[in-house]
């Protein structure tokens, strides 16, 4: 899979997917991720990306003609199955969102920014509108890492033991049961005894129960659909 992200901050990106397992799946070629900066696809030579809104008021709005170079070049070079734009007015994203992105071949995300980018922008080359939560950010860069971390790790092979995302909370409506690792004995905060018993059935049993009074206790919204 391919993700290019358009940005006008390329260096609020590159870090957050430049570590651990994002960057151990970049270097295998696992996934590609390309950070694309605006800036460089600017006509204008202040290099100027952004102007004043028509009809007056506050702030800065991006450019159509730039975002058009850019997203025209990649387009010439490949197809894209979807060119994303953050947005806190978008479809809020859900692991449903990222397991479908994560069949895709080639996709673009546009990080949004200033008060906005002009509307031709959404109306004309823009698939898709996705927000990561009901809160404001100063820019669309790290809801973007946002997207392409839960995307990535759902790849084949990035998650070195392939059954763990399949057992992630939300990927079955049930949040994760706890987990513990060594000493089983801490300060007398003790590991619970089935997990010890090497019983694999009983331990399995007590781990679907746990999520279930988990989900039922902290989201039980997520047991209605
Ligand atoms: Cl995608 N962008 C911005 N600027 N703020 C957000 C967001 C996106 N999602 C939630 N808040």
Request: proline share 4%.
């Amino acid at each position: 899979m391919r993700i290019d992200i358009l940005t006008i901050l390329p260096g609020l990106l590159e870090s957050p997917l430049d570590h651990s397992i994002l960057k151990r799946a970049r270097e295998k070629g696992l996934v590609e991720v390309n950070v694309y900066n605006i800036r460089d696809y600017s006509q204008n030579k202040h290099k100027q990306v952004d102007d004043y809104v028509f009809g007056g008021g506050a702030g800065m709005v991006m450019c159509i003609e730039p975002v058009d170079i850019l997203i025209s070049k990649l387009k010439s070079e490949r197809e894209y199955d979807e060119i994303i734009y953050t947005t806190p007015d978008g479809e809020r994203l859900t692991q449903k969102t990222a397991n479908y992105l994560s069949t895709l071949k080639n996709l673009i995300i546009l990080c949004g920014h200033y008060k906005g980018i002009d509307q031709r922008i959404r109306d004309h080359l823009i698939t898709r509108e996705i927000s990561i939560g009901e809160y404001v950010l100063t820019g669309g860069e790290l809801a973007a890492a946002i997207i392409t971390d839960s995307v990535c790790r759902l790849m084949p092979g990035v998650i070195s033991d392939e059954t763990s995302a399949l057992t992630d909370s939300f990927q079955d409506n049930l949040l994760a049961p706890p987990v513990y690792t060594r000493p089983a004995n801490y300060k007398g905060w003790k590991v619970p005894e089935i997990l010890l018993s090497g019983n694999t059935e009983e331990i399995e049993k007590w781990r679907m129960e746990q999520s279930m009074e988990k989900t039922k206790k902290l989201r039980p919204d997520l047991l209605d659909d």
